[in-house]
């Protein structure tokens, strides 16, 4: 595709819901990343897949949030049992390779996300 | 713990102006930087990325430094305009480790006035 696709693009849940935010990445990129964008709040890191490796869940906040990328392409972030302080835009990048001059992350639109 | 910093929070200024935005992180151990501007409502779009050995990287009118061992980058933007209004945020990548995530500064909210 062009560039990076977020669906849906805006998402509002009511607290203890559960929610599913999607990422189609760049054809034929290798790694893909979630950040969280919260409110004051800068950028922030959540997890990171590279090809077949196992992802980088450091920055995951808490047991409620999960993703997973299948056949290399797709991703799909899960909160579970959403709380008010969830509320933020989610933003999923992607980049050809993971180091060297093909770093560049590449970011969709975001999805924004209110629980209320 | 890698913390990057961007000054000023916010800017404003008139149309045609040279204007420099600084970014200063405390661990120099990085791989990269990247500045990105984001726009109301919507994702990043890149703008320049600087490999640790570069000294700089230049695009059309912008222009990015980097000094890694004083932890410091600039965005150097030459003529500004209406349409450079936006929110840049620079971002550096740790060296080493299994992580590839980048850390973000907290951005600079730039306004060009006509």
């Known amino acids: 595709g062009a560039g990076v696709s977020q669906s849906p693009s805006n998402k509002v849940t009511e607290k203890g819901k559960d929610v599913e935010l999607r990422c189609d990445p760049i054809s034929g990129h290798t790694a893909l990343y979630w950040y969280r964008q919260s409110l004051g709040q800068g950028l922030e890191f959540l997890i990171y897949?590279?090809?077949?490796?196992?992802?980088?869940k450091s920055g995951l906040p808490s047991d409620r949030f999960s993703a997973e990328r299948t056949g290399g392409s797709v991703s799909t972030l899960t909160i579970q049992r959403t709380q008010q302080e969830d509320s933020a835009v989610y933003l999923c990048?992607?980049?050809?390779?993971?180091?060297?001059?093909?770093?560049?992350?590449?970011f969709g639109p975001g999805t924004r996300l209110t629980v209320l | 713990k890698q913390e990057v910093t961007q000054i000023p929070a916010a800017l404003s200024v008139p149309e045609g102006e040279n204007l420099v935005l600084n970014c200063s992180f405390t661990d120099s151990a990085i791989y990269n930087l990247q500045w990105f501007r984001q726009d109301p409502g919507k994702g990043l779009t890149s703008l320049l990325l600087i490999q640790s050995s570069q000294r700089e990287q230049t695009s059309g009118r912008l222009n990015a430094s980097l000094d890694k061992s004083s932890g410091r980058s600039t965005l150097y933007i030459a003529a500004s305009q209406p349409g450079d209004s936006a929110t840049y945020l620079c971002?550096?990548?740790?060296?080493?480790?299994?992580?590839?995530?980048?850390?973000f500064g907290t951005g600079t909210l730039l306004a060009v006035q006509p």
């Open positions: 897949f590279q090809g077949n490796s196992a992802p980088d």
């Open positions: 971002a550096a990548k740790p060296e080493g480790g299994a992580t590839n995530k980048l850390i």
């Open positions: 990048a992607s980049s050809l390779h993971s180091l060297g001059l093909m770093d560049t992350q590449y």
